[in-house]
Every structure is written in structure tokens, then in C-alpha cells.
């Protein structure tokens, strides 16, 4: 029976296919968003859907001069990674599924390793353009890494554990957005950054390099990544709600709670042109890094006050 | 077997579902005067919004399905245009946009001009005009994702391979 309930986990929910289609919903409402916020139609609402069962469908080139075996397994263990993170958060304001302590470090880390096989993707091959891509990925990694750790870390801090679930208990009793608002703006800028979305996305930008380290990624490989790029939205969205905005509740209000995270999102994407690579560097290490350090601080003396 | 059968149909539908619905687009100008360039781009603008299609435009040509082709195709283009074909995966579809990119229009019987799309790639869509409005533009478009609802094959699928294409020694002076 409890083999049937981690395949059930797994595969259907939350693990597999759950987030798989709420990624694409994500997606779906994060494009409409944008296109809205343009004055423009937008997309309609099965469009990631069928943007990812075309290229599933789709013939795979491989082109020349790549490592095959590694070229057809990066975006499969981008995807797992992602995937697997979903295990460990409460997605749609549910407990998650398996729980341990110190597991918020290893989600984030699980996290990366989207990024990190994006890098490995794009250095994997010839192209000139996918490896400018890549180099572009990793000192993006390198610089909205820490801060926004850090910012996830805040809370964990004042709820005394680095457990998930612990810290979105303590979260339902403090809106911590109030005590800690440095960190919430950090969080939800660096899970931009993460996610490759304007300001930042330089690593893709397809006005100057194609498509960044994905250029030569088609059918199958592509779909992956896109597909992980999604789940990485969800979790990002959930942890940050789930920190900030007053922890799991019911699934419903959660789910209000992400979309309004998701509006604020788009309407930044919206407003903000592409920043170069090492603006990107420069924002992160000078102001994200250095005011999350700050709070830091200012929560630990209150701390030691209030003790 | 009777079950294979239509397991085979529906999966052969939903792909069609999908192509139909998620066209992404590539754009290259062969030698145009720029003049089709800017009615594609106006296409896209929020104006017109081919997003509604879900058309998107991409910039590598591994991700794109539909080639949107501008102007007659000059000599030195010629190889870069088959290049970035080949470099679609299957299924690939062109659609040739301007008078130019139909037949050589403005610029037919110039010396440095091998004619339009058609003589270097299968084009599935033409799109008259010089240059043709963006409706116009959606038009084709359109007619190409309606074509494809009813079991059209890609031109390339149907002429087998590219055509090997002769080019034409004139006298260049
Ligand atoms: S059809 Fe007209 S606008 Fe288009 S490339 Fe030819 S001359 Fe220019």
C-alpha cells in the first residue's frame, strides 16, 4: 500500500503530472498577463499545452559536434531535479510530501540544477552563440544564488528551523512580509532572475544571441527544459507565499495568494527593459546580497532584544 | 489491433491538434527592400497580436516550424536560406511573403536575383503583395494552419528532399 502511495506521489501528485499542468497554468496566466498588460490579445488558454505536445512531437536534431549521450540526458535530469524539488514544498498549500530537516536547502539546491544543465546544455556544443548563452546562465547563477537563499533563509531564521514545513507553520501565525519586507522583494526578484524573465533575461535574450544556451536544443530537449522552467515557477511562487505571505492555508486562497505574486511578476516584466550581464552582478552583489545581509542582522539584534 | 488502431488516430490528432495551435516562426529576408520585414514585424506588434494564434517568433531555427520568408533570393542568400532550412527540425513549413518572394517582382531578371522562394525551397503559402498588409500577412497564415487541420503535408514531404536548384549562369556583366 505505501508503495502505491510513493508511485501515486510520484508520478500524479504532487510529484508528476499535477505540477506538470499547473506549470503550463503558470505559464499560461504569466503570458496572458503580459500580453494584457501590452494591450494585446494574448494567448489562449491551452496555449503551453500545445506548445509542448508540438514539440514533443517534433524531430530532435542532433547536432554536430556534441556529446550525444549528455546532449539527450541534460534536460531529462533538469527535469527530474525539478521535479523532485516538488516533493519537498507545499504546492497548492498542501503538507508536502515528504519532509526532513534542513530539506529547504535542499530544495533550492535541486533547484539549480535547472540552471546548472541549461549551462552544461549550452557549453555542450559548438555553437557560438548557446555557449555565450551559457556563460551568460552561470554568472547569472553565481549572482542571484546567494541572495535569494539568503532571502528564503530569513525566515527560516526567526522560525528556529530549516525544515519547510516548520517555517510555513511559523509563517501562517506571522505575515512575514511585514516584519521582513527586504526579503520578500529580494525573493521574488531573485526567482525572476532565476527563471531567465525580463530584466533578466540576458542569458536568452534573442535580440543578441539567438536563443542563448538552448540555441541548438529542438523537439523533445526543448520541451523538457520549457516543462522545467514551469515546475521551478510553481515551487518558486510556493515557497515565497508559503514564506511571506502567511504560510499553507486552504488550497484556494494559496492559489490566489501565488497569482498575485504571478501579477506582480508579469507587471515588472512588463516595465523593466533587459539589464546587461554585469548590471545583473552589479544589482545582485551590491544592493540584493548587502540589504538581505542587513535584515539579517536587524532580525538577529531583535532577536537578542526580545530574548 | 482494433484498439492500436484508433490509439494511433488519436495520437496522430492530437499532434495535428498541437502543430495547428502552437505555430512558431522564424523570419529571414533572402534580399528584400525591407518593405515586407516591417509588415511582418507590424504583424506582431500588439496591433495585430499573432500570439492569439499562438505564434511565436523565435530566434533559432531549431525552434521554429514555420519559415516566414521575404524577398527574391539573391545569390549570396541562397546558401544561408537553405542553411537555416535544414536547420528546422520536421515538420517545417515556408510561407513566402511579397511580390518578391513569389516570383522575383520588382527585382525579376536582375543579374545578382535567382527568382523567388520557390526556387531554392518548397514553399507551402504565398502571400501576394508589395508589400501585403499585415491581414494580409495573418491571412496566409491562417490558410496554412486551416490547410494543416484538414491533413495538408508539408511541401517538403510531398517533393521529396529539397530540389536541387540550378543556378542560372548569366553573364554577370
Ligand atoms: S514585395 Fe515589395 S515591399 Fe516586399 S521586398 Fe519586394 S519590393 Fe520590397
Known sequence: MSTLNALITLVVFPGGLAILLTGMIYEWVDRKLVARLQNRMGPRWYQPLADTVKLLAKEEVLPNGVHAQMFYALPVIALAGALTATLYVPVFGLRPAYSFNGDLIVTVYLLSVLTLCMGLAGANTLNRYALIGATRTLTQLFSYEAPFLLALLGPALVAGSWQIGEIADYAERHWLILTQPVGFLVAIIGLMGKLELPPFDAPEAETEIVAGALTEYSGRGLALFRLGKGVELVIGLTLVAAFYLGGVANPLLFFAKTLLLLAGMAAMQTLLTRLRIDQTVGLWWRYGALLVLAQYLAVIVWQGVMA | ?173
Open chain 2, 1 to 173: 489491433m482494433e484498439f492500436n488502431k484508433t490509439w494511433q488516430d488519436m495520437l496522430e490528432q492530437l499532434k495535428t491538434w498541437a502543430r495547428v495551435n502552437s505555430p512558431w516562426a522564424i523570419h529571414f529576408n533572402s534580399g528584400s527592400c525591407n518593405g515586407c520585414d516591417i509588415e511582418i514585424l507590424a504583424t506582431l506588434t500588439p496591433r495585430y497580436d499573432m500570439e492569439r494564434f499562438g505564434l511565436k517568433l523565435q530566434g533559432s531555427p531549431r525552434h521554429a516550424d514555420v519559415l516566414i520568408c521575404t524577398g527574391p533570393v539573391t545569390r549570396q542568400a541562397r546558401d544561408r536560406l537553405i542553411r537555416i532550412y535544414e536547420q528546422m527540425p520536421d515538420p517545417k513549413f515556408v510561407i513566402a511573403v511579397g511580390s518578391c518572394a513569389l516570383s522575383g517582382g520588382a527585382f525579376q531578371g536582375c543579374y545578382n536575383i535567382l527568382g523567388g522562394i520557390d526556387q531554392v525551397l518548397p514553399v507551402d503559402v504565398y502571400v501576394p503583395g508589395c508589400p501585403p498588409r499585415p491581414e494580409a500577412i495573418i491571412d496566409g497564415v491562417v490558410k496554412l494552419l486551416e490547410q494543416l487541420k484538414a491533413g495538408y503535408q508539408p511541401a517538403a514531404r510531398r517533393s521529396g528532399v529539397l530540389r536541387p536548384v540550378p543556378v542560372p549562369v548569366t553573364d554577370a556583366g
